[in-house]
């Protein structure tokens, strides 16, 4: 079955870096599109990152451009989010996410930006 495992968070001062990883497993991960989302407390989740895994296209939210980088790893079926410069309002769980008919997550991975 599919299942997508994140890892990676923590707490991180602001202006810190964190990198954030999804393993995927069963299905062919060359074809869906693969998405970071984030939510907090009372918010609807996010979509945070895109990549194409066949195209290695990616699309990002206005407020992470320039400081996060999506990109995937093929042949080990992963993902990653490289997080730049964070700050306080980066404050989420990020989730995995496999595009398609048929949506799938992650239990998502907590992000907290503290000094």
């Known amino acids: 079955q599919v299942q997508l495992v994140e890892s990676g968070g923590g707490l991180v001062q602001p202006g810190g870096s964190l990198s954030l990883s999804c393993y995927a497993s069963?299905?062919?991960?060359?074809?869906?599109?693969m998405n970071w989302y984030r939510q907090t407390p009372g918010k609807e989740r996010e979509l945070v990152a895109s990549?194409?895994?066949?195209?290695?296209?990616?699309l990002y939210v206005a407020s992470v451009k320039g400081r996060f980088t999506i990109s995937i790893d093929n042949a080990k079926n992963t993902m990653y989010l490289q997080m730049n410069s964070l700050q306080p309002e980066d404050t989420a769980i990020y989730y995995c996410n496999r595009g398609g008919l048929t949506g799938y997550w992650g239990h998502g991975t907590r992000v907290t930006v503290s000094s």
């Open positions: 069963g299905f062919t991960f060359n074809d869906y599109v």
């Open positions: 990549i194409s895994p066949s195209s290695l296209s990616t």
